[in-house]
């Protein structure tokens, strides 16, 4: 069941940072959600992007297509707006050669061994898209659907919006309908709260999450292994050479995945840790060291030159930590600059990868009757006193 996010200051920032007004042509936009075209699908069908907009001018923008998070703009420590995640500028790009930027994932995020899982002794077969795995949801997951999208009435805590979508009986192998329901919230405090919802009429599995690449010097603005990340998790799941889990939880003490003290993204990024080769660099889900299941703190980021700080909590059991390894050069942003690999990293709230074959990991099944709930929330703010 998600709880209210509810912690003390002190449990969420490391130092005295403080939120920083946004203005723009000299005021302060006031807020609300607006909506725009954003071109069509190969398929002909229409997308349409909205603005979420608070109080204090941050924004984030989002299109129908995949739920995609195009644009986050929070302030730097001078109040400089600035874009924090990767993205493109057309529809057509998103369709083509998107390696999941932004894009809201299920019907199960990660990757599932060989494609296959039981529930009661039935075994179900998936597409296969990443080798021999099913990797965020089959060939179309959720992250290239359109999604319904439904303005939220103004509300005084800042904008949102809330997107459904209905998975068919057999989509991609999974069974059983599923509704679900993504808000997204931008509140007054700078906060961008994810909202998941879902129900079945087959007992399934499930595993959403929201796929941003993270740049907190601004999209296009190069690497980001000088970035210094905290990661509240004391294990991690190891993962063999196609990043399926071993079934170990392993201890972070003394690998290059301990990041529970404040360490440079970088500082480790090219050990010789089996590990490390395996995924390329980080590729790993986290067990975050929770109590209960309420909302709270996973990870914190701060890039140093432009002051910004992300806070990342969540009621989920894993975070998924993503430097993107696979970024090559060959894919252009909308900033207009290539993107190589490390130039964004990703902090993905989840349940474990591969969960439905390993009894021992927290569930991932959804019963009919049941409601999936889950809660993520980033906090932006800055170093600035």
Not at 100 to 116: H, P, Q, S
């Given at each position: 069941?998600?709880?209210?996010?509810?912690?003390?200051?002190?449990?969420?920032?490391?130092?005295?940072?403080?939120?920083?007004?946004?203005?723009s042509g000299g005021g302060v936009k006031a807020a609300g959600i607006t909506q725009a075209p954003f071109g069509m699908t190969k398929?002909?069908?229409?997308?349409?992007?909205?603005?979420?907009?608070?109080?204090?001018?941050?924004?984030?923008?989002?299109?129908?297509?995949?739920?995609?998070?195009?644009?986050i703009n929070v302030p730097d420590r001078w109040g400089r707006a600035g874009n924090i995640v990767l993205g493109f500028k057309t529809?057509?790009?998103?369709?083509?050669?998107?390696?999941?930027?932004?894009?809201?994932?299920?019907?199960?995020?990660?990757?599932?061994?060989?494609?296959?899982?039981?529930?009661?002794?039935?075994?179900?077969?998936?597409?296969?898209?990443?080798?021999?795995?099913?990797?965020?949801?089959?060939?179309?997951?959720?992250?290239?659907?359109?999604?319904?999208?439904?303005?939220?009435?103004?509300?005084?805590?800042?904008?949102?919006?809330?997107?459904?979508?209905?998975?068919?009986?057999?989509?991609?192998?999974?069974?059983?309908?599923?509704?679900?329901?993504?808000?997204?919230?931008?509140?007054?405090?700078?906060?961008?709260?994810?909202?998941?919802?879902?129900?079945?009429?087959?007992?399934?599995?499930?595993?959403?999450?929201?796929?941003?690449?993270?740049?907190?010097?601004?999209?296009?603005?190069?690497?980001?292994?000088?970035?210094?990340?905290?990661?509240?998790?004391?294990?991690?799941?190891?993962?063999?050479?196609?990043?399926?889990?071993?079934?170990?939880?392993?201890?972070?003490?003394?690998?290059?995945?301990?990041?529970?003290?404040?360490?440079?993204?970088?500082?480790?990024?090219?050990?010789?840790?089996?590990?490390?080769?395996?995924?390329?660099?980080?590729?790993?889900?986290?067990?975050?060291?929770?109590?209960?299941?309420?909302?709270?703190?996973?990870?914190?980021?701060?890039?140093?030159?432009?002051?910004?700080?992300?806070?990342?909590?969540?009621?989920?059991?894993?975070?998924?930590?993503?430097?993107?390894?696979?970024?090559?050069?060959?894919?252009?942003?909308?900033?207009?600059?290539?993107?190589?690999?490390?130039?964004?990293?990703?902090?993905?709230?989840?349940?474990?990868?591969?969960?439905?074959?390993?009894?021992?990991?927290?569930?991932?099944?959804?019963?009919?009757?049941?409601?999936?709930?889950?809660?993520?929330?980033?906090?932006?703010?800055?170093?600035?006193?």
């Amino acid at each position: 069941m998600t709880k209210t996010y509810r912690e003390p200051r002190a449990l969420l920032l490391a130092t005295a940072a403080i939120v920083l007004t946004l203005t723009s042509g000299g005021g302060v936009k006031a807020a609300g959600i607006t909506q725009a075209p954003f071109g069509m699908t190969k398929d002909g069908l229409p997308v349409e992007e909205y603005t979420l907009t608070n109080d204090m001018g941050a924004s984030v923008k989002f299109i129908s297509y995949g739920g995609i998070i195009t644009e986050i703009n929070v302030p730097d420590r001078w109040g400089r707006a600035g874009n924090i995640v990767l993205g493109f500028k057309t529809v057509g790009e998103y369709e083509a050669k998107s390696p999941y930027f932004g894009a809201l994932i299920g019907r199960y995020a990660n990757r599932i061994a060989g494609g296959k899982f039981s529930i009661d002794g039935t075994e179900y077969t998936l597409a296969t898209n990443n080798g021999a795995n099913t990797l965020h949801g089959g060939n179309k997951g959720f992250d290239k659907v359109v999604w319904t999208v439904t303005p939220q009435p103004a509300i005084s805590e800042g904008a949102a919006a809330e997107l459904t979508y209905t998975s068919k009986d057999g989509e991609e192998g999974y069974p059983g309908t599923l509704t679900v329901k993504a808000t997204y919230t931008l509140d007054n405090k700078n906060e961008l709260w994810i909202a998941y919802e879902a129900t079945t009429d087959k007992p399934t599995v499930i595993n959403l999450t929201s796929h941003s690449y993270f740049n907190l010097a601004g999209d296009g603005s190069g690497s980001i292994e000088s970035h210094i990340l905290k990661i509240n998790a004391d294990k991690f799941t190891p993962v063999d050479a196609g990043g399926i889990p071993t079934g170990e939880l392993a201890a972070v003490a003394g690998t290059p995945f301990d990041f529970r003290d404040a360490m440079p993204i970088g500082a480790r990024i090219r050990s010789s840790d089996q590990q490390m080769v395996n995924g390329r660099g980080y590729d790993h889900n986290f067990v975050v060291n929770r109590s209960g299941g309420d909302v709270s703190l996973d990870a914190r980021v701060y890039d140093p030159s432009s002051g910004r700080i992300m806070e990342i909590a969540s009621d989920q059991p894993g975070l998924q930590f993503y430097t993107g390894n696979f970024l090559d050069s060959t894919t252009v942003g909308a900033a207009g600059k290539q993107y190589r690999q490390g130039d964004g990293f990703c902090l993905e709230t989840q349940h474990f990868p591969d969960s439905p074959n390993h009894p021992d990991f927290p569930t991932t099944l959804l019963k009919p009757g049941e409601v999936y709930k889950t809660t993520t929330v980033h906090r932006f703010s800055t170093d600035a006193s």
